[in-house]
């Protein structure tokens, strides 16, 4: 029987503690907040169609710059990660992930039995994507590489210089291989930090993936899309969805609508809150400095802290979470990412900010109740 690779990462849609910082959201949106429910009473619940509502495609193509018929609405952003796993990979192809990352992209290309080759991006080189690194895991029998900007557990971007060099690359090793860029945090900026471009319009070989869960708040709606400005794939992407799902929810999509129409205050409010949590957890480091190091992400809800190995040894750092546990707190796991466990992500944009200073609180007793005083003092 074939199986799935389990991962604790599914405890982030079970039961959640008092103090969340696990979750890489930002707080859900209300149904109130986008229409009156009476609107939908005269909504068919028929099929929708396989490419997608065109109003929606059209909305999300203009914040693109791209046209309508480039984009293909999916079940959630999952839905389009395992799309574009199935359709450039047949099996045995070689496909290229960085790590850490998030586990669900490469459970996706296990499943369609590509040949992962895993590029490790370190901590203490802030999560940065050196394309010359990115060499010597390219071969002419390369399908797909996988990024995602910002990164999903640090937050890292990865600069347009970057991405154009990882193009130019391609090229030379492998011209058939499509380069898939997660952007699901990329308009998750802070304050008044400008919202990256995106990479879609960079090269027809790049292909756009995002959701509306994380920026916009709507999870829930399980809404996504992938942006091509390859037709023959995108056609392959209209037939897999079908074939796995059919259409998506005319409900979904009908909100999705309305999610988009409210875009810029969505976010304009989100940009304020996420600068907030920012400065709070920036501020909760430096306090914590003897403790703990960490990354300061380029954008969305989320940040990698790591527990500094001249304090906390392989017993304690198991420690240090069985502690937290105890105060009603959780942080996202390294191990979920394919980092290591003294790594965590922490996720600031969830709670709100009055609890988001009492989870802070409660990490940072955690930290000081199981340090090795010996090691810390050394």
């Not at 696990?22 to 929708?48: F, H, K, M, Q, T």
């Not at 080759?117 to 802030?126: E, G, I, K, P």
């Not at 994507?129 to 640090?154: F, H, I, Y």
Request: aromatic share 6%; hydrophobic share 45%.
């Amino acid at each position: 029987m074939a199986q799935f690779p389990a991962n604790d990462i599914i405890s982030l849609v079970g039961s959640s503690p008092r103090y969340d910082l696990a979750e890489s959201v930002g707080p859900d949106l209300r149904l109130a907040e986008l229409i009156d429910p009476a609107e939908l009473g005269n909504l068919p619940l028929a099929y929708a169609t396989a490419a997608g509502d065109a109003r929606l495609r059209a909305a999300i193509a203009e914040a693109h710059a791209v046209g309508p018929d480039d984009v293909v609405i999916t079940v959630g952003g999952m839905h389009a990660l395992f799309l574009l796993a199935f359709t450039p990979c047949d099996r045995g192809d070689e496909a290229v992930i960085t790590t850490p990352l998030f586990p669900l992209v490469r459970t996706a290309l296990d499943a369609v039995g590509a040949r992962v080759q895993a590029l490790a991006l370190s901590f203490d080189r802030r999560y940065r994507l050196d394309p010359g690194e990115l060499r010597g895991s390219l071969s002419a029998g390369t399908k797909l590489v996988c990024l995602a900007s910002p990164q999903n557990p640090s937050g890292v971007a990865a600069p347009a210089t970057t991405i154009r060099e990882t193009l130019e690359l391609m090229e030379e090793i492998c011209p058939r291989a499509y380069l898939l860029v997660d952007e699901t945090y990329r308009e998750a900026a802070y304050g008044d930090d400008p919202v990256a471009d995106t990479a879609v319009t960079l090269s027809p070989k790049v292909i756009s993936v995002a959701s509306l869960s994380k920026c916009h708040g709507a999870p829930g709606l399980r809404l996504g899309w992938a942006i091509t400005l390859d037709p023959r794939l995108r056609l392959q992407l209209i037939t897999g969805k079908f074939n796995t799902v059919v259409s998506c929810s005319p409900v979904d999509e009908a909100l999705a609508l309305k999610v988009l129409e409210h875009r810029a205050s969505i976010l304009a409010e989100r940009r304020v809150r996420l600068d907030v949590g920012l400065r709070r957890t920036a501020a909760w480091a430096r306090v914590n400095n003897d403790f703990i190091e960490w990354v300061r992400p380029d954008a969305g809800a989320l940040c990698c802290v790591r527990l500094r190995p001249e304090v906390f040894d392989d017993a304690t750092v198991a420690r240090f979470y069985r502690a937290l546990a105890v105060r009603g707190a959780r942080v996202a796991n390294g191990i979920w990412f394919g980092d290591e466990a003294r790594v965590f992500r922490l996720g600031f944009g969830l709670l709100p900010m009055a609890e988001l200073g009492d989870a802070l609180a409660a990490l940072a007793a955690a930290l000081k109740e199981v340090a090795d005083p010996a090691r810390s003092s050394r």
